[in-house]
């Protein structure tokens, strides 16, 4: 080999050496560049599932929440219907206990037995010398389809005196009728010393088509009715019955 092609041999290695040395800094640069990029990849990656896990968790307890509300609620409104069907059964039994105890709508006082009055007041010996006229009115409601009307139209009685009057009721419908009678005295500041020892009210009267019934009514009337100023005045009493139809269902 000669000096010029041996030259030209030690150039080209020369060149390729510096051309691999350019070359390879930047192959090992390829590695740390992509690296992090996969870091970042794989941490984007780890976030998003992270939030999805949470955002479904939050959504799931969302859930549970507005089912544990409704549950609440419906148990409310089921008490709220089970008061109201309670109370309307209650309702007549109370009423009648409430007008009893403060002679609303001049309906009789229930304080003492009318036996322990009488007895009470037999023995003081105390003679009434006042008179009073007890009248006598009936009405029916409305749908019932009886005739009703009291068999007299006055009573006279003096205070501690006892009485007894009748009712008449008639069916004059073409099928069995049951029905209920509800009853005031007025004026009602003397409702307290009017005592009913019987009576028809506040029960289930069953008639069947035609048929036709008398019904007693026993009242008292208290001996105070004369010595209370507030009944000065006073010298009439009217004793009113109201029948109603009973729903058969």
């Known amino acids: 080999m000669s000096w010029s092609s041996l030259a030209r041999a030690t150039r080209r290695a020369i060149n390729r050496n510096l051309l691999l040395s350019q070359f390879k800094p930047l192959h090992q640069n390829h590695h740390p560049f992509q690296q992090p990029i996969c870091n970042k990849r794989c941490e984007i990656k780890k976030h998003f599932s992270t939030s999805y896990k949470v955002g479904g968790g939050s959504a799931a307890n969302s859930n549970t929440s507005r089912e544990q509300k409704s549950k609440k609620m419906l148990i409310y409104l089921t008490g709220v219907v089970v008061a109201m069907v309670g109370s309307s059964y209650a309702a007549v039994p109370l009423y009648r206990r409430f007008c009893q105890a403060t002679g609303y709508g001049g309906t009789v006082q229930r304080r003492e037995s009318v036996e322990e009055k009488i007895a009470r007041h037999s023995k003081d010996g105390t003679v009434a010398t006042r008179e009073i006229a007890v009248q006598f009115n009936a009405d029916v409601g ?98 009113s019955y109201t029948f109603f139809k009973v729903s058969e269902e």
């Open 142 to 239: 409305d749908g019932m389809p009886w005739k009703f009307a009291p068999t007299q139209r006055e009573v006279r009685v003096k205070p501690g005196e006892s009485a007894l009057a009748f009712y008449t009721a008639e069916n004059r419908s073409s099928t069995p009728i049951t029905g209920v009678s509800t009853y005031n005295v007025t004026p009602m500041k003397a409702a307290v010393y009017f005592n009913k020892i019987q009576c028809f009210c506040f029960e289930e009267q069953r008639l069947l088509p035609g048929e036709q019934i008398d019904m007693p009514v026993f009242f008292y009337i208290d001996p105070e009715f004369e010595t209370d100023p507030k009944m000065d005045g006073i010298n009439n009493i009217v004793l």
